[in-house]
């Protein structure tokens, strides 16, 4: 990050050349204008996430065949989960998407003390959710139900309900990941907005913060009913 | 391509109402996907992932649109998610539909039935 403020390099990010003004800042020099630069940014951005997306999609395929291959045993670990808890997240992670599309806004239209603040919503919604997660972790670990050596569960299907708990802490584990990747990328643009680093011209990586928070909150669109509400209805008593 | 050009020229600002809009339907389809999923369907309790995975696809393309402005994205951005949904649909395709048709009984009269209707020895 320190090399950013040498003026060579300074020169060279901002696109400066010896014939042109100042104020083409963030535009880089390889780039015709910000229009090009803009959608250069989008494309890397979605190829990224479209390798996200197979490696999601990967986990969720491998749940789909162990579900289909144990479904009873997969139904009853499901039926552990706390519906409600698991309900609450994901409306939280609703707000979450709001507040960054909502910081996206504000920077488009430049409005520097909106946008940090939706940032820091957006985090406090992130840490919201990594607590509620975090307390459903603790729960299960009380009960027994983390998978590994000291995994205990009673009954004919305990076998494969080890491996839908498996499943389970990998498939949210590393969605609390990414989201944890998140609120540090955020913190880090809190700080460049405050000191004004973005507005109407320039203000891709806020954008692309966002496609990413919204990823993730996609995952757990299709976490959620997977893994939650796959047991609510026997956990309901039918 | 003119339109393209300007749109990315002047960033085009989503109103405020859309968003919330968005926001109100994904809260809709959650209070919705809780409520299918708790329901008794009797002899229809299968259709409770089909609904479930109907009810998050929805909920997922409203994000991707409004939210993530592919509504508003231009072409290329438009073939890179396509073509996204389409390896995920032959990853997951191919590997379910292998495991779902293990299970699927052979039908040995149609097999003989097809291997006594085509003698490819007098073909060739």
């Known amino acids: 990050m320190s090399q950013q403020h040498g003026p060579v390099t300074a020169a060279v990010m901002t696109g400066t050349m010896p014939d042109m003004p100042d104020h083409d800042g963030p535009l880089q020099h390889h780039f015709d204008d910000m229009a090009q630069q803009n959608e250069s940014s989008a494309l890397g951005m979605w190829l990224f996430l479209l390798t996200e997306l197979m490696f999601f999609g990967g986990v969720m395929t491998a749940y789909a065949v162990y579900r289909y291959l144990f479904n009873a045993a997969f139904a009853e670990g499901a039926s552990h989960l706390d519906v409600r808890l698991g ?152 | 391509m003119s339109h393209d050009a300007h749109a990315a020229d002047s960033p085009h600002i989503v109103p405020l109402s859309v968003y919330l809009t968005i926001f109100a339907l994904l809260m809709v389809f959650t209070v919705l996907t809780v409520w299918v999923a708790l329901i008794d369907l009797g002899p229809y309790g299968w259709l409770h992932t089909p609904l479930a995975l109907l009810i998050a696809s929805v909920k997922a393309t409203l994000v991707v649109l409004w939210f993530m402005h592919v509504k508003y994205g231009s072409r290329l951005v438009w073939v890179f998610v396509v073509a996204g949904l389409a390896w995920l649909a032959l990853l997951v395709g191919i590997t379910v539909g292998d495991y779902v048709g293990r299970t699927w009984e052979p039908d040995p009269h149609a097999w003989q039935a097809s291997a006594d209707g085509a003698d490819f020895r007098q073909l060739g």
Do not use: C
């Open chain 1, 87 to 238: 309900t609450t997240n994901t409306i939280i992670l609703i707000f979450s998407s709001l507040t960054m599309a909502l910081a996206v806004r504000a920077a488009q239209m430049d409005k520097r003390k909106l946008l940090v603040g939706l940032l820091i919503a957006t985090m406090l919604f992130g840490g919201a959710f990594l607590v509620i997660k975090g307390i459903e972790y603790a729960h299960k670990w009380e009960a027994g139900h983390v998978p590994g050596a000291y995994f205990h569960y009673e009954g004919p299907l305990a076998n494969h309900v080890h491996l839908f708990f498996s499943f389970y802490f990998t498939m949210t584990g590393i969605h609390a990941l990414h989201m944890v990747l998140g609120i540090g990328w955020m913190a880090w643009l809190v700080l460049r907005s405050a000191r004004g680093d973005f507005g109407v011209g320039y203000y891709a990586p806020i954008e692309m913060t966002g496609l990413y928070w919204h990823f993730v909150d996609i995952v757990w669109i299709f976490l959620f009913p997977l893994l939650y509400l796959f047991g609510a209805g026997a956990a309901a008593g039918h």
